[in-house]
């Protein structure tokens, strides 16, 4: 199956601090990243999808200006968390799909290995 | 409501017993449906797809009711390596995205 990455895979960081997240697909084009966050026995949010080349859609209830995503090529997207704090901390696992998922509903999205955040 | 509802478990089950996970959606525009199973500290990974006429796919199988909204998970001759979440997934295309349960802790023990 397609491989997609994500870097780092676990990071440490002090309160006001902004950490960015990488997302690779290594053998294919994504034409969409979708971004999730896990909190601790919760299920996986979708926090935004993002496709190549064009300004990522956020669910409601998450903060564009806090959870930056650039999706710059078919084969990267990047999240950055803004001045992160303490409630931040979760596990932010990205997925990608070659073919959009609009109207293909059974696209399959491939999952990123995770990233696990701490903020102290 | 949540969008997707399984109960959490944990399902505690001797290897080789059979145990049976069940989920219900609140969306009628769901369109495809999943069980992805998820270790600890990791990613999700497909388990398998749903459909309308059942399917199986060597120990596990899955069923979708789509006039009750309920989607069922079977595991049969249950192996120490099945112990895991088992979350319920559901494609809604009007949305295009894919919605989660919380997932159904399952532990098999000897």
């Known amino acids: 199956g397609a491989v997609v990455s994500q870097h780092p895979s676990r990071v440490i960081c002090k309160s006001g601090t902004s950490v960015k997240i990488e997302c690779r697909s290594l053998d294919f084009q994504a034409t969409t990243m979708f971004w999730y966050r896990q909190f601790p026995k919760q299920s996986l949010m979708l926090m935004a999808t993002?496709?190549?080349?064009?300004?990522?859609?956020?669910e409601q209830g998450v903060e564009k200006d806090k959870f930056l995503i650039n999706h710059a090529s078919l084969t990267l997207s990047t999240l950055t968390v803004t001045s992160a704090h303490p409630e931040d901390s979760s596990f932010y696992i990205c997925s990608a799909s070659a073919s959009g998922g609009v109207g293909a509903s059974t696209d399959t999205q491939y999952f990123g290995p995770g990233t696990r955040l701490t903020v102290l | 409501r949540k969008e997707v509802e399984q109960d959490p478990g944990p399902f505690n089950v001797p290897e080789g017993a059979t145990v049976a996970f069940n989920c219900t959606y609140s969306?009628?525009?769901?369109?495809?449906f999943f069980w992805y199973r998820q270790d600890c500290r990791k990613e999700p990974k497909l388990l398998m797809s749903?459909?309308?006429s059942g399917n199986e796919d060597g120990r596990f199988t899955a069923q979708l009711n789509r006039a009750s909204q309920y989607i069922s998970l079977l595991i049969r001759d249950s192996k120490l390596s099945d112990s895991a979440t088992y979350l319920c997934v559901v494609w809604v295309g009007t949305a295009s995205k894919l919605t989660f349960g919380t997932g159904t802790r399952l532990q098999v023990t000897l």
């Open positions: 969306n009628s525009a769901s369109q495809s």
């Open positions: 993002s496709n190549e080349g064009s300004k990522a859609t956020y």
């Open positions: 749903v459909y309308s």
